[in-house]
């Protein structure tokens, strides 16, 4: 029995540029995409088109894998918007599932930044798949101290 998998090739939605930007983790994601929200926030909507590499054994999007594109778009966030950009590490994240992605389908991570302190930040971040919901959360972040790695690709 051969598997039908969808077009991992399908045309990324206008604005979109790839980001290079992140570790080898990250990087494993993607492609990953991105783009300055419309909502005039300064933030950047971070994409990624689900893939089988993404799916867990119901052909749905894992678990960790919404929580890893999620930590990161949150992550990226909150250190672009410091002036200057300061590298951050996690301190918390919270994540409530509430659907899930297919393949083929394209996966976009909205974040809001509630607060940026001194030394913590912050955020939340809705994933969907256009108007649907897929995963909500939020996360604390520390200043790390640390030069931040600069993007190869300013979005």
């Known amino acids: 029995m051969s598997i039908s998998l969808p077009d991992d090739d399908a045309p990324v939605p206008p604005?979109?540029?790839t980001i290079h930007h992140g570790g080898p983790y990250f990087a494993?994601?993607?492609?990953?995409?991105?783009?300055?929200?419309?909502d005039g926030s300064g933030?950047?909507?971070?994409?990624?088109?689900v893939?089988?590499?993404?799916t867990n054994v119901l052909g749905v999007t894992h678990?960790?894998?919404?929580?890893t594109l999620a930590d990161c778009a949150l992550g990226m966030n909150v250190m672009l918007q410091r002036d200057p950009p300061q590298s951050m590490v996690t301190v918390s994240l919270t994540s409530d599932f509430l659907s899930s992605a297919?393949?083929?389908e394209w996966l976009e991570a909205h974040v809001t930044i509630r607060r940026q302190g001194a030394r913590l930040a912050f955020a939340?971040?809705?994933?969907?798949?256009?108007?649907?919901?897929?995963?909500?959360?939020?996360?604390?972040?520390?200043v790390t101290g640390r030069e931040p790695v600069k993007p190869r690709v300013k979005l």
Not at 51 to 54: D, L, P, R, T
């Open 15 to 17: 604005g979109f540029k």
């Open 102 to 104: 297919k393949p083929g």
């Open 43 to 49: 933030t950047q909507v971070v994409a990624v088109r």
């Open 124 to 142: 939340e971040c809705l994933l969907q798949v256009e108007d649907r919901v897929i995963l909500r959360a939020s996360g604390v972040f520390s």
């Open 51 to 54: 893939q089988h590499k993404h």
């Open 28 to 38: 494993a994601l993607g492609p990953v995409y991105g783009k300055p929200a419309e």
């Open 63 to 67: 678990g960790g894998m919404l929580a």
